[in-house]
């Protein structure tokens, strides 16, 4: 075996190769397309489930593990009290549940006036829905500050009238020139500082747009001005990272429930929404599409890999002669396989690359479609490829289709001179 022999990218090799393929355009591309069409779909594929994945993920506008309590009506007797009774929280719950339930990260009271309400700045009105919060709730929903601050502890214990408002209700009651960070608004009459303006990070623009609509005030505040003493209307909570969420659910349940006399059986007096829960079983269906998509593509893959080594196959045979005429001329079997399997990988390499070039740009424009007509925020959102992943399929297939040369560079390197010299 001579060094001419060894070398990959000898020229003249590569001429032949050219020269071989420029010979069969149309069967070489037909073959060519198969693999394209392999590795197109299986870009496509995982681009649009993950497009599905960005839609889904984003209509979780919470953190996705956070969960949330609410008082109901008992439905059990206890204790001497009858059933219809309204579980009614208050501010000795929330110090017991910081106190008995370490594995919350995230603990935040919530209150609402109940319905909207006029919110009046100057001469300009409007109404609006106004919560009472701590500052642990921005932990909760993906809220940002783009102007003042957002309440802390020192606002909860001086019980501070202050309030943070979206920035529908900053354009609206002051204008989009005006900063209303220091400015005064009234709140049924009374009030409040505005420290903050806040925006909400979503891919969902309906809830984004509600947000913007919201005023947040201190949470004790709101209790002293609106003669709501000691109520707390729900919980939103967040547990440390690694903890599972459902334990930590039941366990402030039964905590709450105990605190306020009810029936340990009493399933309907406590109300409960775990998001971890219902984000598990999202992830499971994603799982189940990402599964789904690669065993389609995988096959068709296989196929079009398949389908390379039929028509080196055919070429073989097709070449029988000349291949006869090169082994009597002094070719050596490497020679020969090196040949068919360069063909080979030329053929796999060129199609499969420009399958994932294809595929890439398809998937490109869609998100760009998406963009530029303000599409995004549905159930479909910012479709992407993983490259590397994208890649190292395409270098999988290649190596596939080295492998599945390997039968045809085979045969013709058994081909015997004499008998090839014979054929027709």
């Known amino acids: 075996m001579n060094r001419k022999e060894l070398v990959m990218f000898d020229i003249d090799k590569w001429q032949e190769i050219y ?188 809830e984004v747009m509600q947000a913007s609509k919201e005023i947040f005030v201190c949470n004790t505040a709101l209790q002293q001005t609106f003669n709501l003493v000691n109520k707390i209307g729900w919980f939103a909570f967040v547990p440390k990272q690694g903890v599972p969420a459902a334990g930590v659910e039941q366990k402030i349940k039964r905590l709450l429930a105990s605190r306020h006399r009810i029936h340990p059986d009493d399933i309907r007096a406590i109300g409960s929404a775990n998001v971890e829960e219902e984000y598990m079983q999202v992830q499971g269906l994603f799982m189940i599409i990402r599964s789904f998509s690669w065993f389609v593509s995988i096959f068709t893959i296989i196929a079009g890999v398949i389908g390379v080594g039929n028509i080196m196959l055919i070429v073989v045979k097709e070449r029988t002669k000349e291949i006869g005429i090169r082994k009597a001329l002094g070719a050596t079997p490497w020679s020969i396989i090196s040949m068919i399997l360069q063909e080979t990988i030329v053929i796999t390499t060129v199609a499969g690359y420009m399958g994932l070039l294809a595929s890439t740009g398809i998937i490109a424009g869609i998100n760009y479609l998406l963009k530029k007509n303000n599409a995004e925020g549905g159930f479909f959102a910012n479709p992407e490829v993983d490259l590397t992943m994208a890649l190292t399929a395409t270098a999988v297939l290649i190596i596939g289709g080295a492998l599945i040369g390997m039968v045809p560079a085979t045969k013709a390197a058994a081909v015997d001179p004499v008998v090839a010299l014979r054929d027709e």
């Open 19 to 206: 020269s071989t393929i420029r010979k069969n355009k149309l069967r070489t591309i037909l073959t060519g397309l198969g693999v394209a069409w392999g590795i197109g779909m299986l870009v496509i594929l995982l681009g649009s489930g993950r497009g599905f994945e960005n839609g889904i993920e984003g209509q979780f506008d919470v953190a996705k593990n956070a969960i949330f309590v609410w008082g109901q009506r008992t439905s059990m007797a206890y204790k001497g009290l009858q059933p219809g009774r309204f579980v009614q929280f208050n501010n000795d719950d929330v110090d017991a549940i910081r106190n008995n339930i370490p594995e919350l990260a995230v603990v935040a009271p919530r209150l609402n006036l109940g319905g909207s309400f006029a919110v009046v700045y100057e001469q300009k009105s409007a109404s609006y829905e106004v919560y009472g919060d701590y500052p642990d709730f921005f932990k909760v929903r993906p809220y940002s500050m783009i102007q003042g601050r957002y309440i802390n502890e020192k606002d909860i214990q001086d019980r501070r009238k202050v309030a943070v408002i979206g920035t529908t209700v900053k354009d609206v009651l002051f204008g989009k020139d005006e900063n209303p960070v220091g400015k005064y608004i009234k709140i049924r009459g009374i009030p409040f500082l505005v420290i903050g303006v806040y925006t909400m990070r979503s891919t969902q623009a309906e």
